[in-house]
């Protein structure tokens, strides 16, 4: 079901699900005795095929023994995990090369699989919702067979699952999923088996990331009625933005975003126009990169040509975007006082290398007049004549 990073450098992670057929016939299955088997048959958990293994690696539904404590309870964990089997028929497309390995095989999965977790994080099951992965294409037109992971609550069953997958592909002409595939013949089973994850880890967890978005609307102009919920300026005001902000959805974060939420308005100072506190918000999966507010800042301004216009009724203050503290002015400044603080010290500098300069002129000159003073000590006595006298008592008859 996945590849991520190992616990140790260079090592690959593997997250597998297992589905066997039960019925009376079949030999009993539950976790140890697949673990001891799957132990058994990977040499001590150490090769598999050509594979080399980390030996205390596995875990089957939370279920674990280590060499060091091999009668030792393990721990379970509190959050099992509940799967469904959905299969349904793609009429619109065609699968002509039925191999795994296959480009065009590999391109339809990828595709396939993306609208199915984008399906579920927009539905009402969002907070449960975990994972879905695609199991097996099959050709006549394209035949999905695709699992899909839900937190075990009360609230989550198959038909609430079933009713999630017809209300996200229901439309007028018939079930859609996403604008691409057009669906016949649906059907959602529950799985045999429940998944629980590895004891500290969650790998078919996903994770929601919330961005605060703070912005002003020029042609909204602030009344009192903003400030009060139940208005119907306020409703109407908060509907609109609101979808609007949707403009997400035709983005390069379309498989990760999930809505927005207006928080309030407020007034500008100085302005008649309004401000608007917004929260979107976005899933990834525990082991992909998260998302940057630098990134949602830059979409956002693509988006809206350049965060002038949001949809075609609301006029932008293209400077007033702000994405948590992020915004490119917030940069430009930061980048200013920086080039402005480099500026101030070469001034010092200069300042600092000119005084230098004048103490060194001052300490020669007096250096100068000391010596010129030493020098008046030793005076020769001349006559008028212009005749030196080498000794001072010699006199002339």
């Known amino acids: 079901m996945r590849f991520r990073s190992g616990r140790r450098r260079g090592d690959t992670g593997v997250d597998a699900v297992c589905s066997y057929i039960n019925n009376i016939s079949t030999a009993r299955f539950d976790r140890e005795t697949v673990y001891h088997e799957l132990n058994t048959m990977t040499n001590g958990t150490t090769r598999l095929g050509h594979y080399s293994l980390e030996k205390n690696s596995l875990y089957i539904n939370g279920f674990h023994i280590t060499d060091t404590a091999p009668t030792k309870k393990p721990a379970l964990n509190k959050a099992p995990i509940t799967g469904y089997k959905l299969s349904f028929r793609i009429v619109n497309e065609n699968l002509t090369n039925p191999d795994s390995q296959s480009p065009e095989y590999k391109a339809a999965l990828e595709s396939i699989n993306k609208k199915m977790n984008q399906l579920y994080r927009q539905s009402n099951l969002r907070d449960q919702f975990l994972n879905c992965s695609i199991t097996r294409l099959r050709a006549g037109s394209i035949v999905v067979d695709c699992n899909c992971f839900f937190q075990q609550k009360p609230s989550i069953n198959r038909a609430v699952v079933e009713r999630a997958f017809q209300n996200g592909t229901t439309n007028t002409t018939g079930l859609w999923l996403g604008s691409s595939y057009q669906l016949q013949e649906f059907s959602v089973n ?208």
């Not at 702000?322 to 930061?334: F, I, N, P, R």
């Open 190 to 397: 529950g799985l045999e088996l429940a998944i629980e994850a590895e004891p500290d880890k969650t790998p078919l967890k996903s994770e929601k990331e919330s961005f605060r978005l703070k912005f002003r609307i020029t042609n909204l102009p602030y009344s009192s009625e903003l400030q009060d919920s139940k208005s119907q300026m306020y409703q109407e005001s908060k509907e609109k933005i609101e979808k609007e902000l949707n403009v997400f959805r035709s983005s390069s974060m379309k498989n990760y975003f999930t809505g927005c939420t207006v928080e309030s308005f407020g007034p500008v100072y100085r302005k008649p126009y309004t401000s608007i506190t917004s929260v979107c918000k976005f899933t990834h999966d525990l082991y992909s990169r998260p998302l940057q507010k630098q990134e949602v800042y830059k979409e956002l301004q693509r988006l809206t040509d350049g965060f002038t216009k949001l949809g075609p009724t609301y006029e932008l203050d293209k400077q007033s975007l702000m994405v948590e503290d992020y915004s490119s002015l917030t940069t430009a400044e930061q980048e200013s006082k920086r080039s402005e603080l480099q500026f101030w010290a070469i001034i010092l500098i200069c300042v600092f290398a000119l005084l230098g300069f004048i103490l060194l002129l001052l300490l020669c000159f007096l250096i100068v007049v000391c010596l010129r003073r030493k020098s008046n000590l030793y005076q020769v006595q001349q006559s008028t004549y212009g005749v030196f006298f080498p000794h001072l008592g010699t006199k002339v008859h």
